[in-house]
């Protein structure tokens, strides 16, 4: 049975940081993607950042270049988000999803991702 579990959300204020933690277990294949969404009250999800586990390979939306960092840790089977210089519109639901193909080939589109997390809030004020 895969489990995605993610941890590290909080209340913040805004230009301050935060780190997601992203667990994956049972999970049969030995190359995947690793992905973050996200989701506010009223707006669809987003892709936010994403890594291959193969090659480290990272994606990430326009949004949040510069600012935010996807990495891996293969031992722990764990994927982290580094969010830095945080603003209110960062404010949303935190979701992993895994996925083998990289939701065929385009890694920030949630359609193709199959195992997801119950998600962890990140909240900015300004």
């Known amino acids: 049975r895969v489990q995605v579990v993610e941890s590290g959300g909080g209340s913040v204020q805004a230009g301050e940081s935060l780190r997601l933690s992203c667990t994956e277990s049972?999970?049969?294949?030995?190359?995947?993607?690793m992905a973050w969404f996200r989701q506010a009250p009223g707006k669809e999800r987003e892709g936010v950042a994403a890594?291959?586990?193969?090659?480290?390979?990272?994606f990430y939306a326009d949004s949040v270049k510069g600012r935010f960092t996807v990495s891996q840790d293969n031992a722990k089977n764990r994927m982290y988000l580094q969010m830095n210089s945080l603003k209110p519109e960062d404010t949303a639901m935190y979701y992993c999803?895994?996925?083998?193909?990289?939701?065929?080939?385009?890694?920030?589109?949630?359609?193709?991702?199959?195992?997801w997390g119950q998600g962890t809030q990140v909240t900015v004020s300004s």
């Open positions: 890594i291959h586990n193969g090659g480290g390979r990272t």
């Open positions: 049972g999970y049969t294949y030995s190359r995947y993607c």
């Open positions: 999803a895994v996925d083998q193909d990289c939701s065929g080939g385009y890694p920030l589109v949630a359609l193709g991702y199959i195992y």
